[in-house]
Structures are given as structure tokens and as C-alpha cells.
């Protein structure tokens, strides 16, 4: 019977104390009946399932961030990509489970038991999206307009589609996507992109 890594367990736990109040809803380490039926490193106890929570911080983006440059990891799977730490990035992932809801991370044999605390624990969430410094407003246009968008798209408030049709001009698609994600970030919904709304991004890692 395979037991759950230790460093899987480590990596659930420094989740815990860097997020308290995230969501777990996808969390998990030993497979499933459905990874049971394929090859899985769950199935040794050997990889762990982070769940993606926007709400808390504890965006699959950050936490594969941290993941990918830890010796530990032997892949990370996340939104729908690959990525082996070999050199060639992230290529794009078609297995049936899309893993939008969750990061995946295995972990070597060799190193289950090696509980060092993960990098989401111990290491500065590092911005990846450059958030505009400027406020912005329905009718902006620019640069900013689109990291703005990006961002948007990245939390999933917007999709990659609505970001195509009016990238760098702050429509009335961004405005809702604005509100979309100042409603769920405790933010009034204005649709206005100021400090407020900046700081909001930033804590997730934005
Ligand atoms: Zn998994």
C-alpha cells in the first residue's frame, strides 16, 4: 500500500501556513479510482495536487512558480500545461484532466522524503504580471491597458477571446471583468483601476 510522500505532506502543510484560509477542494496526494486505472505518480504517494485558489493567493501560477525551481520536482502540470524543469518550458499538456483547478506537482523517488519547506512557504511571492502603476478607466487605451487585460485573464475574469478583441483599449468587456474580479477581491466594484484595485492584484502575486 503506498503511503503519501512526506514531501507531499510538507508541501500541503507550507500551503496551510502560507494561505490559512484557502480553498482544498482539490488537494490530494494518493490517486483516485480514476488515476488508479493509469500510470500515476500518485499512485506511489509521490505527487501532490495543490488546489488553485484565486480568493486566497494561492494561484496555481504562484505555486508552480516555486515549484518548477525546487531540485524536488520532476514535472508540474498546471492550466492545461506541462512542464518537465528540462530546458523546454512549459509545452502544452492534452491529458483528460485539464488541471485548471489544481497544480500538480512529482515529486522524485529519491526525494519523498526530503521535507524541506516549499518555496510558497519560505520565498517572496514574486510579481510575474508588471500591474499598470497608472489608474485606468473605461476609455484608456495603452501598454497598461494590456497587462491590465492580462492579469484579467490569467485570474480568469476574462477569457483569452475577449482579450483579443479589444487588447490595449479599456472596453466595456474589461470594465465587467474589472468589476468581475474587484467583486470577488473585496473591492467596491467601480470598474475603476486604482490603488485599491492595484494592491488587490499585487497580493495575489500579480
Ligand atoms: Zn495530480
Same mark, same amino acid.
Given at each position: 500500500m503506498a503511503t503519501p510522500a512526506p514531501a507531499a505532506r510538507q508541501a500541503l502543510n507550507d500551503a496551510n501556513a502560507r494561505w /490559512?484560509?484557502? =480553498? =482544498?477542494?482539490?488537494d490530494g496526494i494518493l490517486g483516485d479510482k480514476s488515476h488508479q486505472a493509469r500510470k500515476s505518480d500518485h499512485n506511489e504517494g509521490n505527487a501532490v495536487d495543490i488546489t488553485h485558489d484565486p480568493t486566497s493567493g494561492a494561484t496555481g501560477d504562484v505555486i508552480a512558480r516555486h515549484a518548477l525551481k !525546487?531540485?524536488? *520536482?520532476t514535472y508540474v502540470i498546471w492550466n492545461k500545461r506541462i512542464n518537465?524543469? !528540462?530546458?523546454?518550458g512549459w509545452r502544452p499538456y492534452a491529458g483528460s484532466n485539464p488541471h485548471t483547478q489544481h497544480c500538480h506537482i512529482s515529486i522524485r523517488v529519491s526525494a519523498r522524503n526530503d521535507t524541506r519547506r516549499w518555496g510558497w512557504r519560505t520565498g517572496a511571492v514574486r510579481p510575474t504580471t508588471r500591474m499598470p502603476t497608472r489608474n485606468l478607466k473605461r476609455g484608456s487605451s495603452g501598454a497598461e491597458v494590456k497587462q491590465l487585460q492580462t492579469a484579467l485573464v490569467k485570474l480568469r475574469h476574462m477569457t483569452q477571446a475577449q482579450m483579443n478583441t479589444g487588447a490595449g483599449n479599456f472596453g466595456p468587456q474589461t470594465e465587467q471583468s474589472l468589476k468581475k474580479f474587484q467583486a470577488s477581491h473585496g *473591492? /467596491?466594484?467601480?470598474g475603476f483601476y486604482g490603488p485599491l484595485t492595484r494592491a488587490a492584484f499585487t497580493k495575489l502575486g500579480m
Open positions: /490559512p484560509s484557502r =480553498k =482544498k477542494a482539490s !525546487d531540485q524536488r *520536482v518537465s524543469r !528540462d530546458g523546454r *473591492v /467596491p466594484a467601480t
